[in-house]
């Protein structure tokens, strides 16, 4: 193994959304002993750093689901934007669907309304975590609004009007399953689009070439790493094209059945240090 690539929500990071000492020593570990880590999250890239930084590590970045991917000396070595006529027909269709979104920019995060978001984020929390009081659940809603720095637009076409703007990634959310189908299902014939997931009641939407798998592979590249010695972590469905694309895909204990089937090994959940697992058991292979 020469390559590690850790997603972030729901693989590195446990339920408090932290870096247990147990991952940070597993990765500092391989780090240490000459294997490259990269994290290749759906996050921007501060919002990525921040995690990092708190756990007192410091590894490159691929952000964006892929979109964005940043070297180790932090330089910026490649972008996959979303054209802007296609940004204008997700907004169409998600506020058809009396969806909720986001715009992740190279200026910033943008949603409509901040009261929206977090009626979003707390409807989908409640759900997600029965067991949080009312009072936690606006706590952490209240928490990811501030790490991704959202700003709030009245005129996303404006927005997407301005030559300075480049879109990243559209992310939409909704509590109805019929209603994320739906809006897939509109758009997944759209040219120069992908989409994928990242969690309970969400759509992810990214140009082609703003795939976590297409990004692992040219990070690897770029440091003479060949595929089959990347080991890649991740949870969701918007990690299967690097599970898929690595050597060695791993799935955590908490991921969806279907990312199982599709990995080569199922370590433990988030809860359970899974990443650390996975890295000591096969960090000599």
Do not use: W
């Not at 995060?109 to 929390?125: A, C, G, H, N, P």
């Amino acid at each position: 193994m020469q390559l590690i690539a850790t997603d972030l929500d729901g693989t590195l990071l446990n339920e408090n959304h932290e870096i247990s000492a147990e991952n940070r020593q597993a990765l500092q570990m391989a780090k240490d002993n000459g294997v490259e880590i990269v994290v290749a999250t759906g996050r921007s890239y501060s919002a990525a750093k921040l995690p990092l930084r708190n756990a007192g590590l410091d590894f490159p970045i691929i952000c964006l689901n892929g979109a964005k991917i940043y070297d180790k000396a932090e330089q910026l070595i490649r972008s996959a934007p979303l054209d802007k006529q296609t940004c204008r027909e997700i907004q169409q269709v998600c506020q058809q669907n009396n969806m909720y979104f986001e715009v992740f920019t190279n200026k910033a995060t943008y949603s409509e309304s901040r009261e929206k978001f977090l009626e979003v984020m707390i409807d989908i929390m409640v759900s997600a975590f029965p067991h949080l009081s009312r009072e936690d659940v606006e706590l952490e809603a209240t928490n990811r609004f501030q790490q991704e720095r959202i700003e709030t637009v009245d005129d996303f076409e404006a927005l997407f009007d301005r030559e300075d703007i480049e879109v990243y990634k559209m992310l939409a959310f909704s509590m109805d399953d019929t209603t994320l189908e739906r809006v897939r299902e509109t758009l997944e014939k759209a040219p120069d689009l992908t989409i994928t997931s990242s969690g309970l009641s969400n759509l992810e939407f990214n140009h082609p070439d703003a795939q976590k798998g297409i990004a692992v592979e040219l990070f690897a590249k770029k440091y003479g790493i060949k595929m089959k010695d990347v080991m890649a972590i991740g949870d969701n469905f918007n990690d299967v094209s690097m599970i898929k694309a690595a050597g060695f895909g791993v799935a955590m204990g908490n991921a969806n059945e279907e990312i199982k089937a599709m990995a080569n090994f199922t370590t433990r959940t988030n809860r359970e240090d899974g990443v650390a697992y996975a890295v000591r058991k096969f960090l000599s292979k």
